[in-house]
């Protein structure tokens, strides 16, 4: 996967919270000695009341209760507005205690970093998007760890002039491990040395020579293969785009996204695109300042 930014038959279990508990979970694919089931879907929601206005910005925790490794092949996102963006770890359970629920960031310590580092990535969301589909492809998995807990930074903002009562649904369609063929694992491109003229549009250009930092970490060869693409746009980004450097294939567009919306723009790319022959990726930003 990669998040770049705009600077890369289903059984729900359980209800309430719809969060699912080890035993039900090992019951779906085990279906408790019957027939087993070859894909399950694990639902979790919260609620929150924005007044006219308000933004938050904290952080969520949902301890999976999994004793064995799970792989999600698809995430599913909707809310009933109010979410402005929202970034989804998977790391493991006794990272960041406290019970689940909404809690303030700064009191558990959460970094994005650290958790994908311990942990990876699970989704990312578009921009004001309600709903969404992050669907990797048949056999194509983010893989769970075994006693792991999802985390996310939520970024809420109501901008209209009443109370919106809001509620965030993210669903995790698992797959049995025998049709597993892929897992990924994500790496993101982020531009922060931005010098934006004012009553202008401008864009800018970095360029990520992959192949170069993998070798220099004694890793050999590089070889990678590309499965989704997320933009990560705000109001004022008029453009993103996303080109292969180096290779046979140097300077083609994999992605290209002008104006701001608040759709869904994840890419899949099935079948995945192997860049293995390139040195890298390269990234432009555009803004309307």
């Known amino acids: 996967m990669v998040r770049a930014g705009l600077l890369p038959g289903i059984l729900t279990l359980g209800s309430g919270l719809r969060v699912a508990t080890s035993l039900g979970l090992a019951c779906a694919l085990a279906?408790?000695?019957?027939?087993?089931?070859t894909q399950a879907t694990v639902t979790n929601s919260f609620t929150y009341s924005?007044?006219?206005?308000?933004?938050v910005n904290t952080c969520y925790a949902w301890t999976l209760n999994n004793t064995r490794p799970i792989y999600v092949q698809t995430v599913t996102m909707t809310n009933r507005g109010g979410f402005h963006h929202s970034n989804w770890f998977v790391v493991p359970d006794d990272q960041y205690p406290g019970p689940d629920g909404l809690f303030d960031c700064n009191s558990r310590g959460f970094n994005q970093i650290t958790s994908t580092l311990d942990g990876t990535v699970l989704y990312a969301q578009s921009?004001?998007?309600?709903?969404e589909v992050q669907d990797l492809g048949p056999g194509v998995v983010v893989k769970i760890a075994e006693h792991s807990k999802v985390v996310s930074t939520v970024h809420m903002l109501n901008l209209a002039p009443q109370t919106v009562n809001t509620e965030f649904v993210l669903s995790l369609t698992i797959i049995?491990?025998?049709?597993?063929?892929t897992v990924v694992a994500p790496f993101a491109f982020s531009y922060?040395?931005?010098a934006i003229p004012p009553q202008a549009d401008s864009w800018f250009t970095s360029e990520c020579d992959i192949a170069s930092a993998f070798g220099s970490q004694g890793f050999g060869t590089f070889s990678g293969k590309l499965y989704w693409v997320l933009p990560h746009y705000h109001q004022l980004g008029n453009h993103f785009q996303l080109t292969v450097v180096g290779g046979p294939d140097d300077g083609r567009s994999l992605y290209e996204l002008s104006g701001f919306n608040a759709d869904s723009n994840g890419k899949a790319f099935n079948p995945p695109y192997d860049f293995s022959a390139a040195r890298g990726l390269s990234f432009t930003c555009g803004y309307t300042n």
């Open 50 to 55: 924005l007044s006219a206005g308000q933004e």
């Open 176 to 181: 049995h491990p025998k049709l597993v063929t």
């Open 31 to 37: 279906a408790c000695g019957r027939r087993p089931l």
């Open 192 to 194: 922060f040395d931005l």
């Open 127 to 131: 921009t004001q998007a309600e709903q």
